[in-house]
């Protein structure tokens, strides 16, 4: 007897203190949670969106990628299967003789890479210099800045970190990215920003330590006044309405570039999704017909036993 009301009183405190668990975190952290998105590629069916992976990769290209790199991708796998510009026949005036499907020989994905905005350090040639060159799409991205220390004086200090994998790397990344992009808001007047700095409810930070100082007392807001939510960080708002344009008729929002551009990122962080889902999809087939077979089997063998 004493053996199960230790168990049960051992689980009631495992699943309490599971439901407490985030509203201390939330207390600790103080960011607002991310707005809960619909996304393309969400659930066991999900999948990217093509026009949307290829807008997301403009939004990238033109706005993002003048501080984030996007190290761990290559231009070719842009034209990879369920890559945003993979073509699975070519386009017209192409000779027979290539396979536009070789994400190495795709038109599109070469002239990316070669009129790309940065160029590639290669070398050391015959004389022992390196030297730069047009990107080739077994190139990876090449980054805006030569190293960290200068991405850090052109940024207030601030490292922007790499792309590659940050939709994975935050907690709910899709959600995050795309609440960070559109939420920045004027900070509250009980707080005073540093220049260079901008405040966004959706970044992880401490606003107490930004308040003014007649909102506080002993290290802590007055009664009735209370820390806002989020932090600051040092990347002024990238997107605004109108600054990009499409090549289809999606609207040129800040809202759409960000959903676009997320849903580039999570392509990025993860290209082999589709492939991933449809295995585990194969699979539960192939588990129920089993379960189906074996069930049937079992009746049959057992149908004259008593
Ligand atoms: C002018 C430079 C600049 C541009 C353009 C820019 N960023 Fe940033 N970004 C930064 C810097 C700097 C940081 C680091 C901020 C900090 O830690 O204070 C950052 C941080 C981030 C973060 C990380 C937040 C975290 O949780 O650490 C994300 C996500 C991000 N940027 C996404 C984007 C996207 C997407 C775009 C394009 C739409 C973009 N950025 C454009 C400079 C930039």
Redesign the pocket.
């Known amino acids: 007897m004493m053996n199960v009301k230790y168990i049960i009183r051992t689980l009631t405190i495992v699943v309490g203190a599971s439901f407490l668990a985030p509203i201390a975190a939330e207390a600790a952290g103080g960011a607002k949670h991310p707005h809960k998105h619909e996304w393309h590629f969400d659930g066991p069916f999900g999948t990217y969106d093509k026009n949307a992976l290829q807008r997301g990769y403009q939004?990238?290209e033109q706005?993002?990628s003048?501080?984030?790199g996007l190290k761990l991708v290559s231009f070719r796998n842009l034209g990879q299967k369920g890559g945003p510009f993979y073509l699975d026949s070519c386009p017209a005036g192409v000779p027979e003789s290539i396979d536009c499907s070789n994400p190495n020989d795709n038109p599109v994905v070469k002239a990316l890479a070669a009129n790309y905005k940065f160029q590639v350090t290669d070398g050391p040639d015959d004389t022992g210099e390196m030297f730069t060159r047009a990107a080739l799409p077994s190139d990876r991205f090449p980054g805006p800045y030569a190293n960290d220390q200068l991405a850090r004086l052109a940024?207030n200090n601030?490292?922007?970190?790499d792309?590659s994998l940050?939709a994975k790397a935050?907690a709910s990344g899709p959600d995050y990215?795309y609440s960070?992009?559109t939420g920045y808001e004027e900070p509250p007047s009980t707080v005073e920003i540093a220049p260079g700095q901008y405040y966004n409810p959706y970044?992880?930070g401490d606003m107490t330590q930004n308040m003014k100082p007649e909102y506080m007392h002993d290290g802590h807001p007055v009664d009735g006044v209370k820390a806002p939510p989020g932090g600051v960080?040092?990347?002024?708002p990238?997107?605004a309405d109108g600054i990009i344009e499409y090549g289809d008729d999606s609207p040129q929002t800040t809202e759409q570039?960000a959903k676009d551009?997320v849903e580039f990122?999570m392509w990025a962080a993860e290209p082999k999704m589709e492939a991933r889902k449809a295995l585990g999809v194969m699979s539960i087939i192939y588990l129920i017909i089993l379960a189906g077979i074996l069930y049937w089997s079992y009746r049959k063998i057992w149908a004259d036993q008593h």
């Open positions: 939004v990238y706005v993002c003048n501080c984030h940024n601030a490292l922007p970190p792309m940050i935050r990215i960070l992009l970044f992880p960080l040092a990347m002024a990238p997107l570039y551009v990122l």
